[in-house]
């Protein structure tokens, strides 16, 4: 569904990623975890087409498309979608605003504004977000545990056939955590993939991932199952 | 169930000009004899022109202003100060003939009247063609009129209040110039303790090429009186340079409440160098809500003079400038009696190029105690080659004021636009969001109609800016 091959990117001319290669099919929930800085959420951002991150060598093709060179835009119709760490705030922009604005750029056809809200307030409820937050501008004042649910509150909405989680599970309480994974499980369906970047095994008492990767300094340095996850919990990244 | 209208607004609405149909034009340039004849078709009385010619003999003894934008090619000798269309002026939409009435209906004039707004006056270069006032306000005793019908029929009042304490002739040289050549408005009178809870409005449109556009606006809240007057402006596209100078002046008297919007859109080789005052008393409170996207040059600055008792101003702006266009344009404020009080809150958002500048002036007098004022001004730039400027004055003669001042310039952010796209929307959705949020807050306070109509314009301002 996937796949990233021998992929290298910079960043103002500095490489960060150097040679990263996986495929994840659908059906499929993959992890990756690793210190900080070796290169996890530029490789997120750059799988949706951030401006800032340049593709020097390799591909990503999703859906057997090569998407290398897609508009971020593109690629949203495609059906990826980024749970971002930290997502900006719009000033002026409400929630219900910006997602029906999203729904209908990555949807044929388009809800009527009725069709939508009742989507919206069904999604709203499951996530035990409060029904006034829609109303809000977009993660205007939102604490880091809001605008998490925010983020898997567009991922339920927006259906996409593809997720990339960066650090969504980052800042929750154990409760909240709850909630936004039991979000991710309701998403992922056979048909679906998900790709998922943490520090935390702890997100594995929700999921089960098909495959743990670890990487380490641009590189994807190990791969194994779920258990991989627990080892590194408990031993750090250091072997 | 009423009838859904959508207002849609072509561009080549603004940029086609209407056939010249015009009835009389006065020879291009200012002179003498000009503004006799001004005078004389309009049947005014003497001391309207001797106001006139008074100001005249000013305006050609002052110099341009020094400061602001360039003047350099506007061309006063070549502008046509009068020009009285085909037409007498109508009483209904039936009487208006059918090329000007196109335009309005593409404009949505009519649309307007079936959301039974209270009022429609437009105005087709200088005389106004359509002008209706529900009848429950007529029998209030509120008077909405075209301003030079207003000279004949209420002199005493238009006399009294006419470019004398607020706006007074010999104030600037673009005041001085509208005072020689003034043509056209609208004139309105709200009697004491009559509220008008529908806004009165009306379109100003100019029509022949190189024709100037000089209305006066002269607007008169009496004791305990509210009302809410709406102006829209367009322009075709000319090719040479043209000139837009009115006048608005607002009395605001003891414990009232009046609030003037107005949208401004001419097209892009406007001079359009404004005068908008209000003079507030005691208790009183004026808002003012700007849009400025059109001209080419913009220099206004609506002012409030709170010279009552806790009078108080609100004043809202948007201005956009797209490529070639400088918009300056500000609020001022003078605080000349004791807990008077101001808002200013200004955004602007240039393009392409453009210039927008916040020019502002808040002054306090002495006897301005325990007052207070608070100015924001937020600038949104699209790219890089786009300029903006803030020039905040402040002259506060008294240690008792509590003065607030922010400004904001920011670029649109790259990780604001990967957001949205990453949501599917592509980089001209993504900005265009991005844009009607960060002028959402004056927007808002808008009725509906306008304020869709304002976020129409400054997309489509976007479409030929962004790229």
Same mark, same amino acid.
């Given at each position: 569904?996937?796949?990233?091959?021998?992929?290298?990117?910079?960043?103002?001319?500095?490489?960060?990623?150097?040679?990263?290669?996986?495929?994840?099919?659908?059906?499929?929930?993959?992890?990756?975890?690793?210190?900080?800085?070796?290169?996890?959420?530029?490789?997120?951002?750059?799988?949706?087409?951030?401006?800032?991150?340049?593709?020097?060598?390799?591909?990503?093709?999703?859906?057997?498309?090569?998407?290398?060179?897609?508009?971020?835009?593109?690629?949203?119709?495609?059906?990826?979608?980024?749970?971002?760490?930290?997502?900006?705030?719009?000033?002026?922009?409400?929630?219900?605003?910006?997602?029906?604005?999203?729904?209908?750029?990555?949807?044929?056809?388009?809800?009527?504004?009725?069709?939508?809200?009742?989507?919206?307030?069904?999604?709203?409820?499951?996530?035990?977000?409060?029904?006034?937050?829609?109303?809000?501008?977009?993660?205007?004042?939102?604490?880091?545990?809001?605008?998490?649910?925010?983020?898997?509150?567009?991922?339920?909405?927006?259906?996409?056939?593809?997720?990339?989680?960066?650090?969504?599970?980052?800042?929750?309480?154990?409760?909240?955590?709850?909630?936004?994974?039991?979000?991710?499980?309701?998403?992922?369906?056979?048909?679906?993939?998900?790709?998922?970047?943490?520090?935390?095994?702890?997100?594995?008492?929700?999921?089960?991932?098909?495959? =743990?990767?670890?990487?380490?300094?641009?590189?994807? =340095?190990?791969?194994?199952?779920?258990?991989?996850?627990?080892?590194?919990?408990?031993?750090?990244?250091?072997? | 169930?009423?009838?859904?209208?959508?207002?849609?607004?072509?561009?080549?609405?603004?940029?086609?000009?209407?056939?010249?149909? *015009?009835? !009389?034009?006065?020879?291009?340039?200012?002179?003498?004899?000009?503004?006799?004849?001004?005078?004389?078709?309009?049947?005014?009385?003497?001391?309207?022109?001797?106001?006139?010619?008074?100001?005249?003999?000013?305006?050609?003894?002052?110099?341009?202003?020094?400061?602001?934008?360039?003047?350099?090619?506007?061309?006063?000798?070549?502008?046509?100060?009068?020009?009285?269309?085909?037409?007498?002026?109508?009483?209904?939409?039936?009487?208006?003939?059918?090329?000007?009435?196109?335009?309005?209906?593409?404009?949505?004039?009519?649309?307007?009247?079936?959301?039974?707004?209270?009022?429609?006056?437009?105005? !087709?270069?200088?005389?106004?063609?359509?002008?209706?006032?529900?009848?429950?306000?007529?029998?209030? %005793?509120?008077?909405?009129?075209?301003?030079?019908?207003?000279?004949?029929?209420?002199?005493?009042?238009?006399?009294?209040?006419?470019?004398?304490?607020?706006?007074?002739?010999?104030?600037?040289?673009?005041?001085?110039?509208?005072?020689?050549?003034?043509?056209?408005?609208?004139?309105?009178?709200?009697?004491?303790?009559?509220?008008?809870?529908?806004?009165?409005?009306?379109?100003?449109?100019?029509?022949?090429?190189?024709?100037?556009?000089?209305?006066?606006?002269?607007?008169?809240?009496?004791?305990?009186?509210?009302?809410? !007057?709406?102006?829209?402006?367009?322009?075709?596209?000319?090719?040479?340079?043209?000139?837009?100078?009115?006048?608005?002046?607002?009395?605001?008297?003891?414990?009232?409440?009046?609030?003037?919007?107005?949208?401004?859109?001419?097209?892009?080789?406007?001079?359009?160098?404004?005068?908008?005052?209000?003079?507030?008393?005691?208790?009183?409170?004026?808002?003012?809500?700007?849009?400025?996207?059109?001209?080419?040059?913009?220099?206004?600055?609506?002012?409030?003079?709170?010279? %009552?008792?806790?009078?108080?101003?609100? *004043?809202?702006?948007?201005?956009?400038?797209?490529?070639?266009?400088?918009?300056?344009?500000?609020?001022?404020?003078?605080?000349?009696?004791?807990?008077?009080?101001?808002?200013?809150?200004?955004?602007?958002?240039?393009?392409?190029?453009?210039?927008?500048? !916040?020019?502002?002036?808040?002054?306090?007098?002495?006897?301005?105690?325990?007052?207070?004022?608070?100015?924001?001004?937020?600038?949104?730039?699209?790219?890089?080659?786009?300029?903006?400027?803030?020039?905040?004055?402040?002259?506060?003669?008294?240690?008792?004021?509590?003065?607030?001042?922010?400004?904001?310039?920011?670029?649109?952010?790259?990780?604001?636009?990967?957001?949205?796209?990453?949501?599917?929307?592509?980089?001209?959705?993504?900005?265009?969001?991005?844009?009607?949020?960060?002028?959402?807050?004056?927007?808002?306070?808008?009725?509906?109609?306008?304020?869709?109509?304002?976020?129409?314009?400054?997309?489509?301002?976007?479409?030929?800016?962004?790229?």
């Amino acid at each position: 569904m996937l796949s990233l091959n021998n992929l290298h990117i910079t960043a103002d001319n500095k490489e960060i990623v150097k040679g990263v290669t996986l495929n994840v099919p659908a059906g499929e929930v993959h992890v990756i975890m690793g210190p900080n800085g070796s290169g996890k959420s530029t490789l997120a951002n750059t799988i949706m087409g951030h401006p800032k991150y340049t593709v020097t060598t390799g591909t990503i093709t999703f859906n057997n498309k090569d998407i290398t060179q897609a508009r971020p835009d593109e690629r949203a119709r495609a059906g990826l979608f980024l749970s971002m760490q930290y997502p900006p705030s719009i000033a002026g922009v409400t929630i219900s605003q910006f997602l029906r604005a999203a729904y209908n750029a990555t949807h044929t056809p388009a809800f009527s504004v009725m069709e939508f809200n009742k989507v919206l307030r069904e999604k709203i409820d499951e996530l035990e977000i409060d029904r006034s937050f829609i109303k809000r501008n977009i993660n205007e004042g939102f604490s880091g545990g809001e605008k998490k649910r925010i983020e898997i509150l567009q991922l339920l909405v927006l259906e996409p056939r593809f997720a990339i989680l960066d650090e969504t599970d980052s800042g929750l309480d154990v409760d909240a955590l709850k909630v936004v994974m039991d979000g991710v499980k309701q998403f992922a369906t056979p048909k679906r993939g998900v790709f998922i970047i943490t520090h935390y095994a702890r997100l594995l008492e929700f999921l089960k991932p098909n495959a =743990v990767h670890i990487m380490r300094e641009g590189n994807i =340095v190990r791969t194994d199952g779920a258990e991989l996850a627990l080892e590194i919990e408990k031993k750090g990244f250091e072997k | 169930m009423p009838k859904k209208t959508q207002i849609t607004i072509d561009r080549s609405t603004f940029d086609s000009a209407n056939k010249d149909q *015009s009835k !009389y034009k006065a020879k291009p340039g200012l002179s003498k004899e000009v503004v006799l004849e001004i005078s004389r078709q309009k049947n005014e009385p003497e001391w309207m022109l001797e106001r006139r010619l008074k100001a005249l003999e000013l305006y050609h003894n002052t110099p341009l202003p020094s400061w602001g934008p360039s003047l350099k090619d506007l061309n006063l000798d070549n502008i046509i100060y009068f020009v009285r269309p085909n037409t007498e002026e109508a009483k209904s939409w039936d009487d208006v003939p059918t090329d000007i009435r196109t335009t309005f209906e593409k404009l949505g004039i009519p649309e307007a009247e079936q959301k039974s707004l209270s009022g429609v006056g437009a105005q !087709y270069d200088s005389d106004v063609i359509y002008h209706k006032l529900k009848k429950e306000w007529a029998a209030k %005793g509120v008077i909405f009129e075209n301003m030079d019908v207003a000279v004949q029929k209420y002199p005493d009042t238009v006399k009294k209040y006419f470019m004398t304490s607020c706006v007074p002739i010999n104030d600037h040289k673009f005041v001085m110039l509208h005072a020689a050549v003034w043509s056209g408005g609208t004139f309105i009178y709200v009697p004491p303790g009559v509220k008008v809870d529908i806004p009165l409005q009306a379109y100003f449109r100019m029509n022949a090429e190189l024709g100037g556009q000089f209305e006066h606006t002269l607007i008169i809240a009496d004791r305990n009186s509210e009302v809410h !007057y709406i102006e829209g402006c367009s322009a075709p596209r000319f090719d040479a340079k043209s000139l837009h100078a009115g006048c608005v002046e607002l009395f605001v008297h003891e414990g009232s409440r009046m609030r003037y919007s107005s949208i401004e859109n001419w097209s892009k080789n406007i001079y359009n160098l404004n005068t908008k005052r209000a003079l507030v008393d005691k208790n009183g409170i004026v808002e003012w809500v700007n849009g400025n996207m059109g001209s080419g040059t913009t220099m206004l600055y609506p002012c409030s003079i709170l010279r %009552g008792e806790n009078a108080r101003s609100e *004043s809202l702006g948007i201005a956009f400038a797209g490529p070639g266009q400088h918009q300056d344009t500000g609020s001022k404020v003078i605080h000349a009696a004791p807990d008077t009080s101001s808002v200013i809150r200004s955004k602007s958002i240039s393009a392409g190029g453009g210039v927008s500048s !916040y020019r502002g002036l808040v002054r306090a007098t002495p006897q301005a105690k325990h007052s207070k004022s608070s100015v924001t001004c937020d600038a949104l730039l699209l790219d890089d080659a786009s300029t903006s400027n803030t020039y905040p004055y402040m002259k506060i003669a008294n240690s008792d004021m509590d003065v607030a001042h922010e400004a904001r310039v920011g670029k649109i952010g790259d990780e604001e636009i990967f957001y949205l796209m990453s949501r599917g929307l592509s980089q001209e959705e993504a900005t265009k969001l991005v844009v009607s949020g960060f002028i959402a807050p004056v927007i808002k306070q808008l009725p509906l109609e306008y304020a869709v109509e304002l976020n129409r314009l400054i997309e489509l301002e976007m479409e030929g800016a962004v790229g």
